[in-house]
């Protein structure tokens, strides 16, 4: 079975909440993200994104950007990432999810990329500036190789639009919880139920959000109405204020304890509740 | 699956954005759809590019140039005496009274060379739109007046510090906010590029420029032009000359990039000419990028051309051979920029010079009964603060 469909698959037993950190690939360095993954895989988390550094990245805030922009001047390049999660997939089995912009895809060729992604033991994609309108080849090219692509749906989705995406999305699906770049906020906006709900009636698959996440309650608040939380720009965060420093040790045990408190916060509202 | 195929040009264009712009996209293409065929909107853009803009544009025989090259007849299509001193006004103008139609209340630029940017703070002051332009810092520094007009004309300047701080970061930086406030705003791309509808909804508003050259130079000469010549950078003034051409095949249309440094020394925004096919800014084209679809930067001495990608229109153009393209370098655009200075007494764009350089070897090869058609995108105004630094101590 895909890692992806196992991790939910038992999350939904036990009736538990995915945390799912996004980590910027060779930020600030590939061993450093070695690292990170191994650690945060060990503090809890249940699937972890890795992201392809990207010289024009239109979804992402100032967090990710700066963090893709110091990766790519260190010389990150697809190849290495892709060695990355083999040496990863050696000694742990945490569902790796690639999110990358298609254009990467596109010039490595769609079937030589799915390809090399499901050798060296990826499981899922996301491709945050591809629609559903334009990801009929992909998707079946990724759905021969077992590989799951997760389709994001926004705030402005249509009820149409929503049933489509929920149609070709595979795995799970990314709910973005705000009408905006990835970033960390303060609070989860208003809408936030009304709209998962609005996703819920049209769809089985396990539904995470992300954008915005950057506490124990912002993950709180979205992981009530959803099957997982993922948290991006908050995390980097933490390692870019002690990367500043030079400390890496610390910015690993920040990065993992961090990760450790969203999943024990999370956990404790998997049951009803009165937040 | 269902392959949904609207807006292609070929195998070039598409819609390639995150979802939460999808359903902006599809409300915009419905509003375009059922406004440009409409008779009050049509009335009303016309209204203002005859009263406001002052279309038609001359098309101007430059006898001087054509002497001194002794070839083909060269005409001129004068875009630069447009309001705003550039073809970029007509498409502003277009977009704004759409945007004003389906009731958006603030519009959003991004802005190279600042043409486009002050176009569309124009046709916001206008239309009483709230208006916010996106441009690199780079160009900020080398357009600085245009900045100041922006401003004086009621918009809001944001400076993009990020990437190579150029055209292609400011349009990264306007695609960001639109994703962010697209329930209340709309994005005016200033050329034939980015996500459908845009490459033909921009193409169609700056066809006025090639529908009024082929009447004028039938006028005229009482035949068609043998050859168009234009510069690409996005695209967009080479696509309103070329595109109501586009099914006489007798018309032969040259498209002109920015070689920059040269082409071999890889400091250039020559696309088509040196790129390959990628996505960038929502569209499958041809752009300039690493073997991992990374972008590179690009460079031109003329702002409006310093983009690494271009309209997907063209590409397919390319491929299909409906029109050629060349690049010619920043240091022969500056020639070109003396060139008609001296000769005619205009003092063209940089990024228009490009098309002049061209023509400038063109012509001599071609029979005195031959007819070129050059679009003169712009004034030159803007740009001589920045000639006048690259020319220090040389003799004009």
């Given amino acids: ?275 | 699956m269902e392959m949904n195929k609207a807006g292609y040009f070929g195998e070039f264009g598409g819609q390639y954005v995150p979802e939460t712009l999808m359903p902006a996209l599809q409300e915009l293409e419905e509003a375009y759809e059922k406004y440009k065929e409409e008779r009050g909107f049509k009335e009303e853009l016309d209204y203002y590019l005859k009263n406001y803009v002052g279309r038609p544009t001359p098309l101007y025989y430059a006898q001087k140039l054509t002497d001194h090259l002794g070839g083909a007849k060269i005409y001129l299509k004068r875009e630069d005496l447009n309001h705003t001193g550039a073809h970029k006004i007509n498409n502003s103008l277009g977009q704004a009274l759409l945007a004003k139609r389906m009731g958006k209340k603030r519009i959003i630029a991004e802005t190279g060379a600042g043409q486009h940017g002050v176009a569309t703070a124009t046709a916001a002051a206008l239309l009483d739109l709230e208006c916010e332009i996106f441009m690199g810092a780079e160009d900020v520094r080398r357009q600085s007046l245009n900045v100041f007009r922006m401003e004086l004309l009621g918009a809001k300047v944001v400076k993009v510090e990020s990437g190579t701080r150029t055209l292609k970061d400011a349009t990264n930086e306007a695609l960001r906010n639109w994703v962010t406030t697209v329930e209340n705003s709309h994005y005016i791309i200033g050329s034939v590029v980015g996500p459908h509808p845009y490459p033909t909804m921009v193409r169609n508003f700056q066809s006025v420029i090639g529908q009024e050259a082929k009447e004028q130079i039938t006028e005229i000469e009482g035949k068609l032009p043998d050859l168009l010549i234009a510069c690409v950078g996005g695209g967009s003034n080479a696509m309103g000359l070329f595109h109501p051409f586009k099914d006489l095949q007798e018309v032969k249309m040259l498209g002109v990039e920015a070689a920059g440094s040269g082409i071999d020394t890889g400091k250039h925004a020559a696309s088509l000419t040196a790129g390959s096919k990628g996505v960038l800014h929502g569209a499958l084209s041809y752009l300039l990028q690493d073997s991992d679809g990374q972008i590179l930067p690009a460079h031109s001495v003329s702002a409006g051309l310093d983009y690494p990608g271009v309209g997907p229109e063209h590409s397919c153009f390319k491929d299909t051979e409906r029109a050629q393209y060349q690049a010619v370098t920043d240091k022969e655009a500056l020639e070109a920029f003396k060139l008609l200075s001296r000769l005619e007494g205009i003092i063209p764009a940089l990024e228009s010079s490009h098309a002049l350089a061209a023509a400038c070897q063109v012509a001599p090869r071609l029979e005195k009964e031959r007819v070129i058609v050059v679009c003169l995108s712009g004034r030159g105004d803007k740009d001589v603060a920045e000639v006048s630094e690259l020319l220090r101590g040389e003799a004009i």
């Fill in chain 1, 1 to 275: 079975m895909n890692r992806i469909d196992a991790v939910f698959n038992d999350l939904r037993k036990s009736q538990g909440k995915a945390v799912i950190p996004y980590v910027t690939c060779g930020y600030p360095s590939l061993d450093f993200t070695k690292e990170l993954i191994s650690v945060l895989a060990e503090a809890g988390a249940d699937l972890i994104e890795i992201g392809v550094p990207y010289s024009d990245p239109v979804a992402d805030g100032p967090t990710i950007q700066k963090a893709s922009a110091r990766a790519l001047t260190a010389g990150i390049t697809l190849d290495k990432i892709f060695r990355l999660v083999e040496e990863i997939r050696g000694k742990c089995q945490v569902p790796l999810i690639m999110m990358t912009y298609y254009n990467p895809i596109y010039v490595t060729g769609v079937e030589n990329f799915i390809k090399k992604a499901a050798a060296a033991g990826v499981d899922g994609l996301i491709i945050p500036d591809l629609p559903v309108e334009e990801a009929g080849h992909l998707s079946e090219v990724a759905e021969r190789s077992g590989l799951r692509t997760i389709f994001l749906v926004a705030p402005t989705s249509t009820s149409e639009r929503i049933e489509k995406i929920a149609g070709i999305s595979r795995g799970f699906i990314y709910c973005v919880s705000v009408t905006g770049v990835t970033g960390a906020r303060k609070e989860v906006s208003e809408g936030l139920e009304d709209f998962l709900k609005r996703i819920r009636l049209r769809t089985e698959l396990p539904l995470a959000v992300g954008f915005g996440i950057s506490s124990p309650e912002t993950a709180c608040r979205a992981a009530e109405y959803a099957d997982g939380v993922i948290v991006g720009s908050a995390l980097i965060q933490k390692i870019e204020e002690n990367v500043a420093g030079e400390d890496y040790s610390k910015a690993l045990q920040e990065a993992a304890a961090f990760i450790k408190e969203l999943k024990g916060a999370v956990d404790s509202k998997s049951a009803p509740n009165d937040l």
